[in-house]
């Protein structure tokens, strides 16, 4: 199995541009997680869905924030204006009632 | 408000020796608790959890103790080795409920 594929990578972008960074999930898990890694705040859950429904996304932290989940092998998380205090790694996960299975992260900076 | 807390931001110990990671809750609702390790450049992955209905869960070198009263978790690795240098997360979650939290980390240095 792939594990969860996450892109791109890396992403440098300017203030005010809008990113969008992708997910795919392990294939036949129901869950899915996206999380921001910063220093201060460690993993943040940002959004979670369930069977293809956001189910919680009270950690999501400004309107400029959107996500979804069309199908159950594919989500999107953009920023729409990014800002530089967007700059963090973000994680995608998935799972299937149990253990998170995280991909390899986004390192996204905003300049 | 951080619910999962783990206060300190960095250890180093000697290979062979223990390493003890500590994380505080703060929800008495958290009735599943797990650490995560995560190397440079790479996603968290799943070392360990345990269970509110258990204060220990063993797994070769790491041992997980929970200690609902004074809502504490610690992570021992007996003997520690350099491959365990890696940063580690622990994270809780309610009934009901995929969600994790998660704490900010602590950077484990294992020294040769």
């Known amino acids: 199995d792939a594990g969860v594929i996450q892109s791109p990578r890396h992403e440098v972008t300017e203030m005010g541009q809008e990113v969008t960074l992708r997910c795919k999930p392990i294939?036949?898990?129901?869950?899915l997680f996206w999380y921001r890694q910063t220093m201060m705040r460690g993993l943040e859950l940002l959004i979670y869905?369930?069977?293809?429904?956001?189910?919680?996304d009270s950690g999501m932290p400004e309107d400029r924030f959107s996500a979804k989940m069309p199908n159950a092998s594919f989500s999107t998380l953009k920023i729409q204006p990014s800002e530089p205090r967007d700059s963090a790694v973000y994680f995608c996960?998935?799972?299937?009632?149990?253990?998170?299975?995280f991909g390899p992260g986004t390192r996204l900076t905003v300049l | 408000d951080q619910q999962v807390k783990q206060n300190s931001p960095s250890l180093s110990v000697q290979e062979g020796r223990i390493s003890i990671l500590n994380c505080d809750y703060t929800?008495?609702?958290?009735?599943?608790f797990l650490w995560y390790k995560k190397y440079p450049a790479e996603g968290p992955t799943f070392l360990i959890s345990?269970?509110?209905?258990?204060d220990k869960n063993e797994d070769g070198r790491f041992t997980v103790f929970l200690n609902k009263s004074a809502k504490h978790l610690s992570l021992h690795i007996v003997p520690s080795q350099p491959g365990d240098s890696a940063v580690y997360f622990c994270?809780?979650?309610?009934?009901?409920?995929?969600?994790?939290?998660f704490g900010t980390g602590t950077r484990l240095k294992v020294l040769a």
């Open positions: 929800n008495s609702m958290f009735d599943y």
């Open positions: 294939s036949g898990h129901n869950s």
């Open positions: 996960a998935s799972s299937l009632m149990g253990e998170q299975f």
């Open positions: 869905f369930n069977n293809n429904v956001p189910i919680d």
């Open positions: 345990i269970s509110s209905i258990k």
């Open positions: 994270a809780a979650s309610s009934p009901g409920t995929y969600k994790y939290i």
